[in-house]
């Protein structure tokens, strides 16, 4: 009993700070919430036309991408004031669709550039050589990305990652909007095979708009993802 009642004492001495604790916390995370913000382009909306139009650009990232960003945020407002498991867990799906909508476009929006700003240019460097002795050639990797893209059923996106255990490039789809570290890679280069990347201009033909987004893939910030990496 003695020790059973120290052990309550111990219990008690230690639950008290504990909860002050973790409501001081919690107050101070509230008072400084983060949330995102749609990022701006490097570039004009028209400027990667012919190969992506200025009109599906604008409402990609005006209204897509934005939806995402203000989703993602009330989420994490609703995650604030989540006060029981039940409530945390409920909010996931959310957070994972439109944190990773936010993230997958915000690479993507990187991942491109108007031929006049290097769009198209092949890969240099390090990249260069590991896609080389990896895939046998840009052109491989090219293929093997469009099959894979063209292959996707319903929404996702089709991506060059590296697996950094293993320090291999390798070419993954994603569903919806799971992001690729969802499957523990590094992402280096995703493409959009959502229909609002590219109804408006191609229609059903997905195959055109992958063969033509290379046309702008901006093979230098791809490179600078696999150095960095
Ligand atoms: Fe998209």
């Given at each position: 009993m003695a020790s059973s009642a120290a052990g309550i004492m111990r219990m008690g001495r230690q639950t008290a700070p504990t909860l002050v604790g973790w409501a001081q916390r919690r107050a101070m995370a509230t008072a400084t919430l983060h949330t995102e913000r749609l990022p701006d382009l490097d570039y004009d909306y028209g400027e990667l036309e012919p190969a992506i139009s200025g009109e599906i650009m604008k409402l990609h990232h005006q209204k897509h991408h934005q939806t995402y960003v203000t989703n993602f945020n009330k989420a994490l407002e609703q995650l604030e004031s989540a006060n029981d498991p039940q409530a945390i867990v409920a909010l996931q799906s959310a957070i994972n669709f439109n944190?990773?909508?936010?993230?997958?476009?915000?690479?993507?929006?990187?991942?491109?550039?108007?031929?006049?700003?290097?769009?198209?240019?092949?890969?240099?460097?390090?990249?260069?050589k590991a896609i080389e002795a990896q895939f046998g050639g840009l052109d491989k990797v090219i293929a093997k990305m469009n099959a894979a893209g063209a292959?996707?059923?319903?929404?996702?996106?089709?991506?060059?990652?590296?697996?950094?255990?293993?320090?291999?490039?390798?070419?993954?789809?994603?569903a919806n909007q799971d992001a690729l570290v969802s499957k523990g890679l590094v992402p280096l280069l995703g493409i959009d095979v959502w229909e609002h990347a590219y109804y408006l201009q191609y229609k059903n033909v997905k195959p055109?708009?992958?063969?033509?987004?290379?046309?702008?893939?901006?093979?230098?910030?791809?490179?600078?993802?696999?150095?960095?990496?």
């Open positions: 944190g990773g909508g936010h993230v997958n476009h915000s690479i993507f929006w990187k991942n491109l550039a108007p031929t006049s700003k290097g769009g198209g240019s092949p890969p240099e460097g390090n990249l260069a292959g996707v059923q319903g929404s996702g996106w089709v991506w060059l990652g590296l697996n950094k255990d293993l320090k291999r490039l390798t070419v993954e789809t994603t055109d708009y992958l063969k033509n987004i290379w046309k702008v893939v901006n093979w230098s910030d791809v490179a600078k993802r696999f150095d960095s990496a």
